[in-house]
C-alpha cells in the first residue's frame, strides 16, 4: 500500500500513512507551464499496488489537482485506488434551487469516483452527497477526534450555534459524558446572525468552560455571536471548535478576540489545526480493504 498526498492534506495524509502502519508515503511533482495549466508526476512503484490518494477540494485548483493525481495513480498500474477528500468543496449546492443551475456537489462527487474503487470524505454537508458517489464512498466524522482533544480539558457544558448542529452535540456530549445546549438562531445575511439561549438550560452558566462545536466555520460570524452571547452569561472560558476550519478573511481573528482557544481538525491546514482524522480515517480505509478482498 502506498499514500499519496495531494498539496491541499500533505500533514494529513502523512499522519494517514503512520496510522495504516507505517506505508510509504509520497508526494507528487508538481509545476505550472507557461500558460498556466498544471503537471503532475508520481514517483515510485505503484503496479498492483493498493494507493489511499489524499487532497482536500477547497478550491478549483485543489479539484483540478486530484482529478489528474487520480489518472496518474491509474496510468501508473494501482490496483485499487482510494480516494480521501477530507473537505468536499462545492457540497453546500447540492440541489438546485433555481433553473439553470447545476447541482454540483452531486456532479463533482460523480467526477472524482470515475477512477476511485472508494472514496472517503469527513463531515459531508449533506446525506445527498454521500450517495451520489458512483462508487462505495464513507463518511468520517469529525467529533471523535475533537472529543479526544477535549478529554484533555475541563469542559462543563458543549454548545451548537444552532439546532442544525444538534446531532453533533449531542453525540459529542456522549463521547464526553457532558451536558450540552443547541442555541436558538435568526440569520440576519450571509455574515450577520442573531442568537438566543434556549428556555432550558442543563447547568448554570456563571464560571464554568463551555464549548462551542460545529462543523465548519468559515466568516466567523455565528461564532462570534455565540461567544458574545455566552459571555453575557459570565461564563469562565469559551472554546470554538470544528471539524473544517476555513476562517474566511480575518475570521480566525475575529474569533480569537472573543475566545479563549479556537481549534479545528486537520481536515485543512489553518492555524487552529490541533485534532487530527487521520485514525478516522484509517479505519474506515482499512475496514473497506479487508471487506473488499480482490480474488
Given amino acids: 500500500m502506498h499514500v499519496i498526498a495531494g498539496t491541499a492534506s500533505t500533514s494529513l495524509a502523512e499522519r494517514i500513512s503512520r496510522e495504516l502502519g507505517n506505508v510509504p508515503f509520497g508526494l507528487p511533482f508538481l509545476k505550472r507551464f507557461p500558460d498556466g495549466e ?49 473537505y468536499f468543496g462545492y457540497a453546500r449546492q447540492d440541489q438546485v434551487f433555481f433553473p439553470g443551475e447545476p447541482a454540483s456537489a452531486q456532479a463533482l462527487a460523480q467526477h472524482i469516483a470515475l477512477e476511485a474503487d472508494a472514496v472517503v470524505s469527513v463531515d459531508l454537508h449533506s446525506g445527498h452527497t454521500l450517495k451520489a458517489f458512483t462508487k462505495p464512498a464513507f463518511e468520517a466524522s469529525g467529533i471523535p477526534a475533537i472529543a479526544r482533544l477535549l478529554r484533555q480539558r475541563p469542559v462543563d457544558l458543549l454548545v451548537s450555534p444552532d439546532k442544525g448542529g444538534t446531532d453533533r452535540a449531542r453525540r459529542m456530549g456522549q463521547l464526553l459524558d457532558r451536558p450540552w445546549v443547541a442555541l436558538e438562531k435568526h440569520r440576519i445575511d450571509s455574515e450577520h446572525v442573531e442568537l438566543e439561549l434556549p428556555n432550558s438550560v442543563p447547568i448554570a452558566l456563571e464560571g464554568k468552560h463551555v464549548v462551542i462545536v460545529d462543523d465548519v466555520i468559515s466568516t466567523g460570524g455565528t461564532i462570534v455571536e455565540a461567544a458574545r452571547l455566552l459571555a453575557k452569561q459570565r461564563v469562565g472560558a469559551i472554546t470554538a471548535s470544528c471539524t473544517h476550519g476555513l476562517f474566511l478573511r480575518d ?5 480569537k478576540a472573543v475566545t479563549d482557544e479556537i481549534f479545528s481538525t486537520d481536515t485543512l491546514a489553518n492555524p487552529a489545526e490541533k485534532a487530527s482524522v487521520a485514525p478516522d480515517i484509517a479505519q474506515i480505509v482499512k475496514r473497506h480493504l479487508a471487506d473488499s478482498p480482490l480474488g
Fill in 38 to 86: 498544471l503537471y503532475v508526476r508520481i514517483g515510485g512503484q505503484l503496479s498492483g499496488e493498493d494507493v489511499v490518494l489524499v487532497q482536500s477540494t477547497r478550491n478549483d485548483q485543489d479539484l483540478l489537482e486530484l482529478l489528474l493525481l487520480e489518472d496518474a495513480v491509474r496510468q501508473s498500474g494501482a490496483r485499487r485506488l482510494i480516494v480521501v477528500v477530507p
Fill in 251 to 255: 475570521a480566525f481573528e475575529r474569533i
